[in-house]
């Protein structure tokens, strides 16, 4: 019998391959991604990060115990210490000032918007849907392009950082969690969660349209 995480996969395989397939991935596949499509994401996704330790640090909070907790410190220590420096080293070099791009475009504040307030309101197990569902689905599609030659040795890195092991690992433990925890969850529960978990693929997928959309590039 599958899983619950591969019944999501199953129930949503025309959001995941849109996101597997977007353009933004495309370019970066093809070694096409436009500058200024790159800067705005950095500064957008770089934006995100900080939202993302506040998640991670909502899960700490709403965890059923410290063996949860023990991991998800870990990888609130990880966002710190390598993302947020990555994203401070990389916007420097490239003498990106984050103040000089918006702040509300629709599929950034979606995004983050909606994760948060999930996080704020949510149970530890819809936590850990978004988080599946955004980790696990970067996994694969960086994981994908890393296997290409990038020119762009921050795109590289950036590429790397999602398709190394250590992040492999975490994304596997998301999507054991989440099997955990859908073992005392109602039907209706489960649709909820599934419900969810579609919302944060769609959410992606607008999330990276955003860095064409901003500046009327891209399809």
């Not at 489960?190 to 349209?209: A, C, T």
């Given at each position: 019998?599958?899983?619950?995480?591969?019944?999501?996969?199953?129930?949503?395989?025309?959001?995941?391959?849109?996101?597997?397939?977007?353009?933004?991935?495309?370019?970066?596949?093809?070694?096409?991604?436009?500058?200024?499509?790159?800067?705005?994401?950095?500064?957008?996704?770089?934006?995100?990060?900080?939202?993302?330790?506040?998640?991670?640090?909502?899960?700490?909070?709403?965890?059923?115990?410290?063996?949860?907790?023990?991991?998800?410190?870990?990888?609130l220590n990880a966002l710190?210490?390598?993302?947020?420096?990555?994203?401070?080293?990389?916007?420097?070099?490239?003498?990106?000032?984050?103040?000089?791009?918006?702040?509300?475009?629709?599929?950034?504040?979606?995004?983050?918007?909606?994760?948060?307030?999930?996080?704020?309101?949510?149970?530890?197990?819809?936590?850990?849907?978004?988080?599946?569902?955004?980790?696990?689905?970067?996994?694969?599609?960086?994981?994908?392009?890393?296997?290409?030659?990038?020119?762009?040795?921050?795109?590289?890195?950036?590429?790397?950082?999602?398709?190394?092991?250590?992040?492999?690992?975490?994304?596997?433990?998301?999507?054991?969690?989440?099997?955990?925890?859908?073992?005392?969850?109602?039907?209706?529960?489960?649709?909820?969660?599934?419900?969810?978990?579609?919302?944060?693929?769609?959410?992606?997928?607008?999330?990276?349209?955003?860095?064409?959309?901003?500046?009327?590039?891209g399809r």
């Amino acid at each position: 019998m599958n899983s619950f995480t591969d019944q999501l996969l199953q129930q949503h395989p025309a959001l995941w391959q849109a996101m597997q397939q977007h353009q933004f991935v495309l370019d970066i596949e093809r070694n096409q991604l436009p500058e200024t499509a790159f800067k705005r994401y950095l500064v957008f996704e770089g934006n995100f990060v900080a939202t993302a330790i506040n998640i991670f640090a909502l899960a700490v909070s709403k965890a059923p115990d410290i063996r949860q907790q023990r991991w998800l410190i870990g990888v609130l220590n990880a966002l710190v210490d390598t993302q947020i420096a990555w994203f401070e080293e990389v916007l420097a070099r490239r003498n990106i000032n984050p103040a000089d791009y918006p702040h509300d475009v629709p599929g950034v504040t979606a995004f983050r918007d909606g994760m948060l307030q999930v996080a704020q309101q949510g149970s530890f197990a819809e936590i850990i849907t978004l988080m599946f569902g955004a980790e696990w689905m970067y996994y694969h599609w960086c994981a994908r392009v890393s296997a290409q030659p990038l020119l762009d040795d921050d795109i590289r890195r950036w590429i790397d950082m999602h398709a190394e092991e250590e992040f492999h690992q975490q994304a596997l433990w998301l999507k054991t969690e989440l099997d955990r925890c859908a073992q005392d969850l109602s039907e209706a529960e489960k649709n909820r969660l599934s419900l969810l978990y579609g919302q944060v693929l769609q959410w992606e997928i607008d999330f990276h349209s955003a860095a064409y959309l901003s500046a009327g590039e891209g399809r």
